[in-house]
């Protein structure tokens, strides 16, 4: 087999490796398969390329011969000449552009099984004006169902386990906040709710000081004073826990105003592109 059609076969089977590939990960994904098929791509083309290296002139050459010589009918018989050397060179070509191409849409489809750009998602939470608060179990939660100081892990109804709506609730004497004024409506007979969600790194702040009245991330230790908005007073959070606006409905049962007013989690999530969708 000459070198052309060893950098053919090389790259013909290198292609229909990288569009199998693309086949197989559609149809479901197979490990094995795609493995194998990948590396014959890969193999193929690489192969293909390294024979095509033989092709290349290295430089002039010369050889010494002895005269020729033709008779003149030889002369007068006009000799047609065939490029058959920029024909294969352009078939070899276009077969290195299609392997190349179908390894590059073979390796860019699975960049599909990202989803959609999250936009403004990690801007907004489950809670809504209205959702009722509720605990793990999904029963609603009254402000007395919480004693002083006691602490409970609540979502919005609905949305139990949701990650980025889990708030620690909170109960503390009314006397003791010092909240903003339009904040301290937020909160019911004592009970204040904050994200659960750490500013720093997004570790779930779980530990509560009851004497000191602070919330503790015990990642890195930042340390939230739930008496003044949750402001951090220790470690490297350098942004409040965001503060869930709190009410009761006519059956008593704690509900939310609204989502946070503030995005949660780690403040590098905050960095906003100007992209709402």
Same mark, same amino acid.
């Given at each position: 087999?000459?070198?052309?059609?060893?950098?053919?076969?090389?790259?013909?089977?290198?292609?229909?490796?990288?569009?199998?590939?693309?086949?197989?990960?559609?149809?479901g994904?197979?490990?094995?398969?795609?493995?194998?098929l990948?590396?014959l791509?890969?193999?193929?083309?690489?192969?293909?390329?390294?024979? &095509?290296?033989?092709?290349?002139?290295?430089?002039?050459e010369?050889?010494?011969?002895e005269?020729?010589? %033709?008779s003149p009918?030889d002369?007068?018989?006009?000799?047609?000449?065939?490029?058959?050397?920029i024909?294969?060179?352009?078939?070899?070509?276009?077969?290195?552009?299609?392997?190349?191409?179908?390894?590059?849409?073979?390796?860019?489809i699975? %960049?599909l099984?990202l989803?959609?750009r999250?936009?403004a998602?990690?801007?907004? %939470?489950s &809670?809504?004006?209205?959702v009722?608060?509720?605990?793990?179990?999904?029963?609603?939660?009254?402000?007395?169902?919480?004693?002083?100081?006691?602490?409970?892990?609540?979502?919005?109804?609905?949305?139990?386990?949701s990650?980025?709506?889990? %708030?620690?609730?909170?109960?503390?004497g009314?006397?003791?906040?010092?909240?903003?004024?339009?904040?301290?409506? &937020?909160t019911?007979e004592?009970?204040?709710?904050?994200?659960?969600?750490?500013?720093?790194?997004?570790?779930?702040?779980?530990l509560?000081r009851?004497?000191?009245?602070?919330?503790?991330?015990?990642?890195?230790?930042?340390?939230?004073?739930?008496?003044r908005?949750?402001?951090p007073?220790?470690?490297?959070a350098?942004?409040?826990?965001p503060?869930?606006?709190?009410?009761?409905d006519?059956?008593?049962?704690?509900?939310?105003?609204?989502?946070?007013?503030?995005?949660?989690g780690?403040?590098? &999530?905050?960095?906003?592109?100007g992209?709402?969708?």
């Amino acid at each position: 087999m000459n070198t052309n059609r060893s950098i053919s076969v090389a790259l013909v089977v290198s292609m229909l490796a990288s569009i199998g590939l693309v086949g197989v990960y559609i149809a479901g994904g197979d490990r094995a398969a795609e493995g194998i098929l990948l590396g014959l791509a890969l193999g193929g083309l690489g192969a293909g390329i390294v024979l &095509w290296t033989r092709l290349i002139d290295i430089g002039p050459e010369t050889e010494e011969r002895e005269p020729l010589e %033709t008779s003149p009918e030889d002369r007068m018989d006009p000799i047609e000449l065939r490029p058959e050397g920029i024909t294969r060179r352009s078939l070899l070509v276009r077969l290195l552009v299609g392997a190349g191409g179908a390894l590059a849409a073979a390796l860019a489809i699975p %960049t599909l099984s990202l989803g959609p750009r999250p936009g403004a998602s990690l801007f907004r %939470t489950s &809670w809504r004006a209205g959702v009722r608060v509720v605990g793990e179990d999904g029963a609603p939660i009254r402000p007395l169902d919480l004693p002083l100081e006691g602490v409970l892990t609540v979502y919005p109804e609905g949305a139990v386990g949701s990650a980025d709506s889990q %708030t620690q609730l909170i109960r503390v004497g009314e006397d003791l906040l010092e909240l903003d004024p339009d904040r301290q409506e &937020w909160t019911v007979e004592g009970v204040v709710g904050y994200s659960k969600i750490c500013t720093h790194a997004g570790c779930p702040v779980g530990l509560y000081r009851a004497q000191a009245h602070q919330l503790l991330c015990p990642c890195h230790q930042s340390t939230f004073d739930i008496l003044r908005g949750a402001v951090p007073v220790f470690g490297p959070a350098a942004r409040p826990l965001p503060q869930l606006p709190l009410d009761v409905d006519d059956e008593g049962y704690l509900i939310a105003r609204g989502d946070f007013p503030e995005p949660v989690g780690p403040s590098f &999530w905050n960095v906003h592109s100007g992209d709402d969708s």
